[in-house]
T-cell receptor
Framework: AQSVTQLDSQVPVFEEAPVELRCNYSSSVSVYLFWYVQYPNQGLQLLLKYLSGSTLVKGINGFEAEFNKSQTSFHLRKPSVHISDTAEYFCAGNYGQNFVFGPGTRLSVLP | DTAVSQTPKYLVTQMGNDKSIKCEQNLGHDTMYWYKQDSKKFLKIMFSYNNKELIINETVPNRFSPKSPDKAHLNLHINSLELGDSAVYFC??????????????FGEGSRLTVL
C-alpha cells in the first residue's frame, strides 16, 4: 500500500538550533515527494518538492530535503530555526492518482 | 488575489442540519480536491474533480456530495450533519491531475463544528 510515515509527532527545538524532520515513504516505481507547512489556522503551503534530478532539494525559508532512494526517506532539515518556524509540517507523496500525506510533525521552536 | 478561496471560514451548526462549503480557484487549474483534516491534524482525501468530472471518490458517507459547476469551482454539500463531521475541510487545486507537477495549492480551510 502507498503510505508516507513521519515517525516524530512532535519536535521541540531551541531557537537557532538545527532541526531534522523525518519522513519515509513506501517504495514505488515512480513517486514525487513534497514537504508542506501549515501555520496555525492556515492552509498548507509548499516548502519544497522532489520530482527528479538532484537528490538535494532546496525550498523556501531556508529549508532543504534530501531524497534517499535506498532508505526510502525524504528528511527535511534546517540549519538554524526561528520562532516563526513553529508550525505543523507534512510530508506527502504523489503516487500518480494518489496523493498521500503523512500524519504531520509539530515543530515547536523555543526561545 | 487569493488563489484558492473557501467560504465560510467557520461554520457552527446543529446535528441533523444540512450545510455547504464553497471553493473557488483563480489559478486556471483543472483539478480540484476536498480534504478533511481531523483534530489530530491527519489529512484525508475525500474527492477530486478534473474538468468537472469526479475522478477520486474515497470511502466517504453519501451524506457528502461534491458539486463542480465548472472547473474553477468545487462545492461540498453535507446532509444530516453528525458530531463526527466536525473537522477542518480544505479545498485544493492542481494543474493537471496531480501527477504532473504534483503540487497542490490549498485554501485556508473551513472549520466545521457540529453541536
Amino acid at each position: 500500500a502507498q503510505s508516507v510515515t513521519q515517525l516524530d509527532s512532535q519536535v521541540p527545538v531551541f531557537e537557532e538550533a538545527p532541526v531534522e524532520l523525518r519522513c519515509n515513504y513506501s517504495s514505488s516505481v515512480s513517486v514525487y515527494l513534497f514537504w508542506y507547512v501549515q501555520y496555525p489556522n492556515q492552509g498548507l503551503q509548499l516548502l519544497l518538492k522532489y520530482l527528479s534530478g538532484s537528490t538535494l532539494v532546496k525550498g523556501i525559508n531556508g529549508f532543504e530535503a534530501e531524497f534517499n532512494k535506498s532508505q526510502t526517506s525524504f528528511h527535511l532539515r534546517k540549519p538554524s530555526v526561528h520562532i516563526s518556524d513553529t508550525a505543523e509540517y507534512f510530508c506527502a507523496g504523489n503516487y500518480g492518482q494518489n496523493f498521500v500525506f503523512g500524519p504531520g510533525t509539530r515543530l515547536s521552536v523555543l526561545p | 488575489d487569493t488563489a484558492v478561496s473557501q467560504t465560510p471560514k467557520y461554520l457552527v451548526t446543529q446535528m441533523g442540519n444540512d450545510k455547504s462549503i464553497k471553493c473557488e480557484q483563480n489559478l486556471g487549474h483543472d483539478t480540484m480536491y476536498w480534504y478533511k483534516q481531523d483534530s489530530k491534524k491527519f489529512l484525508k482525501i475525500m474527492f477530486s474533480y478534473n474538468n468537472k468530472e469526479l475522478i477520486i471518490n474515497e470511502t466517504v458517507p453519501n451524506r457528502f456530495s461534491p458539486k463542480s459547476p465548472d472547473k474553477a469551482h468545487l462545492n461540498l454539500h453535507i446532509n444530516s450533519l453528525e458530531l463526527g463531521d466536525s473537522a477542518v475541510y480544505f479545498c485544493a487545486s492542481s494543474l493537471g491531475q496531480g501527477w504532473t507537477t504534483g503540487e497542490l495549492f490549498f485554501g485556508e480551510g473551513s472549520r466545521l463544528t457540529v453541536l
